[in-house]
């Protein structure tokens, strides 16, 4: 089964924690703090895979969670780091953040790879925080929490050509007849729901990928039909082949049928209009197919003169090896698209930007006779924070007193005994700037 869109859920691994401890040694008295730090969590990253054609694994696993770093030790050991999780994902894999709809990245070089949730540091022991007043400090941190997102993944398929046009005009004969592939052919509409891709050997040494998409219909830029779930894989090919039933076997103009794709085509990507093209004049053994023809050639000459148009019948071969020709010497004069790269702001510089960036705004508001704090600094700092010493209080006290929390507080008529309520926790206010539970 073809699975080209799924949406899952990726979460880097937690930080593990740094520990309080101290040396235990004999004929050391007061060794000093020997806490060791947290190992970082494992990241989740995407790596492209050549082997892979296709979603489906996404189908039946939506859940990635990195593991979380060990724990630190005593005698100053710290704990190792976890071990990342490699994902493995199709060439033509569009990475998309579900909540802000921004492309993460663009997935086309095998071996490619990206972090989408990066592992949490890892909290510091008490061997960090001593300092010369302070050189047995009951101090550690826990690890920092991975981060989480839900992600869409997109597949936009990897080939040189794309066969494109109506539906029922002939696109998956013809991919049967230049290839091994073997894609469904039937005599009504949408036959082909999925990309097949087919590798076309021209000989002389040159082969290319083609692509059979499924047929397009009027309004398909705006989803009608199967709409973006075919033009989104359009984007990826290099030349277009456009297949016109020269015949008008169902009724309808040939050069109508030309101008209400190309028309699509544009509307959804207008860098599409600019991709070269080559039109496949299919079923000519029909009859009426070679008056059609010479009607269809004055109308294209008078709106695009340096259009190609290759007059075939898929069904008797006939011209298809010069179509594949001409298709092979077009590849030739366009260079490969340039290797797209990982979006900066996947960047390792990201996990450290709240560090050089400090937020100490805050907002204090009434709750009866508690006072609220807000502050995204002081709250992130108790997560990390073991708040089950003094010195870790001492420690959020002081940062409070630096930031200015006191005086509002005091400003607002704190005293002594006054509730202080910050997330979860709630504190007594006393005069000296320290907090206890």
Known sequence: MFVDKAKIYVKGGDGGDGI????????????????????????????VDEGLRTLMDFRYQRHFKAQRGEKGRNKSQHGAGAEDMIVRIPPGTVIIDEESGEVLADMTRHGQQVVVARGGRGGRGNIRFATPNNPAPELAENGEEGEERWIILELKVMADVGLVGFPSVG?????????????????????TITPNLGVVEVGEGRSFVMADLPGLIEGAHEGVGLGHEFLRHVERTRVIVHVVDMAGSEGRDPFEDWVKINEELKLYNADLEKRPQIVAANKMDMPEAAEHLEAFREKIAAVRPELMIMPISSLTRDGVQELLYKTADLLDEIPEAPAIEEVETLNERKIYKLDKQVDNSFTITRDNEAFVVQSPRIERMMKRMQLNSHDAILKLARTMRHMGIDDELRKRGATDGTIVRIGDFEFEFVEGSSYYY
Request: glycine fraction near 18%; proline fraction near 6%; avoid cysteine.
């Open 20 to 47: 309080v401890a101290f040396r235990r040694e004999k004929y050391v008295p007061e060794g000093g703090p020997a806490g060791g730090d947290g190992g970082r969590g494992g990241d989740v990253i995407f790596r």
């Open 171 to 191: 696109k998956s004969t013809l991919l049967s007849v230049v290839s091994a592939a073997r894609p469904k052919i039937g005599a009504y509409h949408f036959t």
